[in-house]
């Protein structure tokens, strides 16, 4: 548990996967900003936590549900001492390709937000107990072995999402207030517009006009890891998108801003478990 709090990526293990979780405050506060390779849907039964990903950051009650996009950093912080009850899915996105038909993309509740606005549905109390049930569904389907349980999981999360598209285009969902510090929302959009640029501290703080130890404190206290350690995190993803769209390793490298090839595949392997052009061989191996 210690190493993986202190991971930036996590590889999903499966396709599907469905965790019912209830862990008591302050265990999992200490976890940093991270991604997946991979789609997250959470949804908060109780407690009060601060959710934060790449530009906003919104306080969750429960019923609210974020979606999350694959390769989508985020981090939550707990605001109580009350237990953390959520359910977690998780899924890949060829899974949801083959889900999906022509008039209907499972995916498009995932495409609702305004830009790095983070994705919140609001659930009432009927939708959450309706959504629970299924979960409940999807998390034994996925444990049992025995005859089309593969089939009964796969229409358990058809029929989660299904819901989650049909909440989510309500216009009744509540807005929330932005709690993400403006020094780090600048940071943010600093570094992705300049990923294959010059991004050392002097730099930043040259052009966002604070103070460079402000900027770090400030990115470290609000995400959990420092500015620099997200850097090298943001590049190896932006790296991950260019080899699923086909680019070459060689080229990637440069793109995501490492100067020279042998450290980006030795720190992309140190991150994802594998060098570059293995990662490229494997994404194109499950298409």
């Not at 997250?40 to 009650?61: H, I, P, Q, R, S």
């Not at 998780?90 to 899974?95: A, C, S, T, V, Y």
């Not at 460079?212 to 997200?230: A, N, V």
């Amino acid at each position: 548990m210690g190493e993986n709090l202190k991971k930036t990526f996590a590889a999903l293990e499966a396709d599907i996967m469905c965790e019912i979780k209830d862990i008591v405050y302050p265990l999992e506060s200490r976890l940093i900003f991270h991604n997946h390779d991979g789609y997250e849907m959470t949804l908060l039964l109780n407690g009060e936590l601060a959710l934060y990903n790449e530009g906003d950051g919104a306080v969750l009650k429960r019923g609210d549900i974020v979606l999350l996009d694959e390769f989508e950093f985020h981090r939550a912080q707990l605001l109580s001492n009350d237990t953390y009850d959520r359910i977690v899915i998780n899924f890949k996105k060829p899974k949801i390709k083959e889900l999906s038909t022509e008039k209907t993309d499972l995916l498009k509740g995932f495409r609702l937000r305004d830009g790095s606005k983070i994705n919140v549905i609001h659930f009432e109390e009927e939708d959450i107990e309706k959504y629970a049930d299924i979960a409940v569904r999807l998390r034994d389907a996925l444990g049992d072995k025995k005859f089309g349980a593969d089939i009964l999981a796969d229409a358990a999360l058809t029929e989660l999402l299904v819901l989650v598209n049909r909440v989510g285009t309500r216009t009744d969902t509540p807005a929330y207030e932005g709690i993400l510090p403006e020094v780090v929302a600048k940071a943010f959009n600093y570094i992705e517009a300049h990923i294959a640029d010059d991004l050392s501290l002097s730099t930043i703080e040259k052009e966002l006009k604070y103070n460079g130890t402000y900027i770090s404190r400030c990115f470290k206290q609000t995400l959990g890891i420092s500015l620099q350690k997200y850097i090298i995190a943001k590049r190896i993803s932006v790296a991950q998108k260019m080899l699923k769209e086909g680019d070459t390793a060689y080229n990637v490298c440069f793109l995501a801003g490492f100067s020279n090839y042998s450290n980006f595949s030795r720190t992309f392997r140190q991150h994802i478990g594998m060098s570059p052009r293995e990662y490229r061989d494997e994404v194109y191996k499950i298409k």
